[in-house]
């Protein structure tokens, strides 16, 4: 079975610094699809970031980039220049590409909080 | 935007009472997820629906049912509420058969949070 983890519970950075958030991910299939999701204080769950197992290069959006090492099956976000708005869950997901699979597996989460 | 509408913020419910979860989007997706999140759980997966009257059990589908009968709506239902299902109930919905599909990320609603007395 397809296991995701996310062995920091809470990290903490100050406004405009730089920090990382790890993932790991157990699964035999070699096609699939890894996200992260921010979950604010007012709970709405948001994509932050999809990278495709098969495409070597990492997926950005803006400030948010991803570490994705496909041998070590590790997957971290990196958030740069960070802003107070960053303060949130931030969850890690799997899923692969079977035809009906339709569920995302998330980590336990790792709770983010950007200090000024 | 896409707007995925849970009918209550906040639930109180006794142990044994039924408990509906009402969840409703308004941009045709074929799928729809009921997950489950707790603390240092993450969120699981209780039950899916890709098409009106399909359901698929989730990883948690024990003493929970659902009901789609429309395709915007999507129903949790605790048919004996028990203590241990006080928890934060989260729907999703999402376009198209393909999990992953470019154009079809999962669409969350804001959360129902449930304490069974």
């Given at each position: 079975a397809q296991t995701v983890t996310q062995s920091q519970p809470e990290m903490s950075v100050q406004e405009a610094e730089t920090v990382t958030l790890s993932c790991t991910y157990d699964t035999s299939e070699n096609n699939y699809y890894l996200f992260w999701y921010k979950q604010p204080p007012s709970r709405q769950m948001i994509l932050v970031i999809r990278q495709e197992a098969y495409k070597q290069q990492n997926a950005t959006e803006n400030r948010f980039s991803v570490n994705f090492q496909k041998a070590a099956k590790s997957f971290s976000l990196k958030i740069s220049d960070s802003q107070l708005g960053d303060t949130a869950m931030y969850f890690c997901a799997f899923s692969d590409r079977?035809?009906?699979?339709d569920k995302l597996i998330f980590g336990t989460g790792t709770r983010l909080q950007v200090f000024p | 935007d896409v707007k995925v509408t849970q009918s209550s913020r906040y639930l109180v419910k006794r142990t044994g009472e039924k408990v509906f979860l009402e969840c409703v989007q308004?941009?045709?997706?074929e799928n729809m997820f009921w997950y489950r999140q707790d603390p240092g759980l993450g969120l699981r997966l209780i039950y899916f629906s890709y098409d009106v009257k399909m359901k698929e059990k989730g990883d948690i589908p024990e003493g929970y049912s659902v009901s789609r009968e429309k395709k915007e709506r999507f129903s949790l239902i605790l048919e004996s509420a028990s203590t241990n299902q006080t928890s934060m109930y989260l729907c999703a919905s999402r376009y198209?058969?393909?999990?992953?599909?470019?154009?079809s990320p999962l669409h969350f609603g804001n959360g129902t949070r449930l304490t069974v007395t």
């Open positions: 079977g035809y009906n699979t | 308004d941009m045709d997706h198209g058969r393909v999990v992953s599909s470019d154009n």
